[in-house]
């Protein structure tokens, strides 16, 4: 199993490259296949997530041709099964995105239910609503959703919950439907308006998108098409609270800064300097930073995606600070692992009370999500000492190449998989 091993203490210093967003990657992937066509991919995260997703539209027959490291080719032309295997659901619940796909091209899917994860119990009951109002039938047998139509007619859907993916796996079933689908209450993440492009990229007419009522003129079929995956917000906030974190000074490069604003309003209220330019962000971290309350909401609020992330910063700041995770119901378990590098946080609820603490000391910990994962290297980048991360299969889950960026910025960290490996990085040097 592989480790981080992180000696911390320097700050981070020079320039980062965002990689494509892992989640406007996996429901394009899911989409792709609705296409009889060839579509080519552009800015794809090469992170294990969107290659589980991969290889498991390759397993229903579709035809994958990998250009390179951030480039694909998609042909759903050769698809020969509407079922797909729970090993790759296993894995990532988001393949829970070719159900809209598979439906929305062939009437039917059958996909087994994902279950729930390390931050609670996630519900897709929204998404199945969705579904039956475009007339399918719905039912869960052995593990397994089934949904089938003679054909679905569209239909005005209000959603109990703001939810990206409902939002999503409603829009690419209803984007094949006869007539006009809306989705009123719709999530309106940057990553919804991405793969609302590139749905109608493909011939779809999709149109409000990013905001709360997204109408959807049914077609008939979709056409081949090239397309770019938008920047990681999340990715790129990371790095900027990891330049937070370790008073450093660096500039986050290929991301939209528009889709960065609660994180660099939360940034500057704490006393960091934020530059926005064209495709890229500068974030210097000169002093001590100082306390905020923070609540997670969908988007255009604060990302509950970077929730974790933030708390380790303002473990670190002065004062008392409060964050309240409003989305997921389990967000918290990281807490206790970064208590053992001497935070001070009180978790009640769905609320963390955090009384800053002047710096953090290095320890073993164990990365309990993906996002916690993010946020324990963090911990470990600001912490004095050698700070072991295990567990890190979270993190690749998500992250493209997490060590090597932030070996980039001056950060000494190295992937290792055996004491033998963590102890020599003990004594000695990153090589
Ligand atoms: C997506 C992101 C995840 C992010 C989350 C919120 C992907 C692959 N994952 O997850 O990284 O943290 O958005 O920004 O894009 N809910 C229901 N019923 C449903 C669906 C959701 O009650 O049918 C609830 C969830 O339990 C949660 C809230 O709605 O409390 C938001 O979830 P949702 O936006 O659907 O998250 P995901 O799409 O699963």
Redesign the pocket.
Known sequence: MNQYVIRGGNPLAGEVEIAGAK?AA?PIISAAIMADQCVTLENLPDVNDVNVLLESIAGIGAHVDRIDRHTVKINGSTIHDCCVEYEYIKKI??SYYLLGALLGKYNSANVPLPGGCNIGS??????LKGFRALGCDVKIEHGTIMASCDYMRGTSIFLD??????TINIMMAASRAVGRTTIENA?K?P?VVDVANFLNSMGADIRGAGTSRIKINGVTSFHGCSYTIVPDMIEAGTFMMAAAATKGDIIVKNVIPKHLEAISAKLLEIGCEVEEFDASVRVVAARRLQRTHVTTQ?YPGF???MQPQMTVVLALAQGTSIVTES??ENRFKYVDELARMGANIKVDSHTAIIDGVPSLTSARVSSPDLRAGAALVIAGLSAEGVTVIDDIVYILRGYEDFDGKLRSLGAEIKTVSSEREVEKFRLGGVS
Do not use: C, M, Y
């Open positions: 989640n996996l619940r988001a996630r519900p897709i009951d929204q998404h919950k703001v939810s990206v993916g409902a999530a993440e990553h969908p990302p509950t995606d989305i997921f």
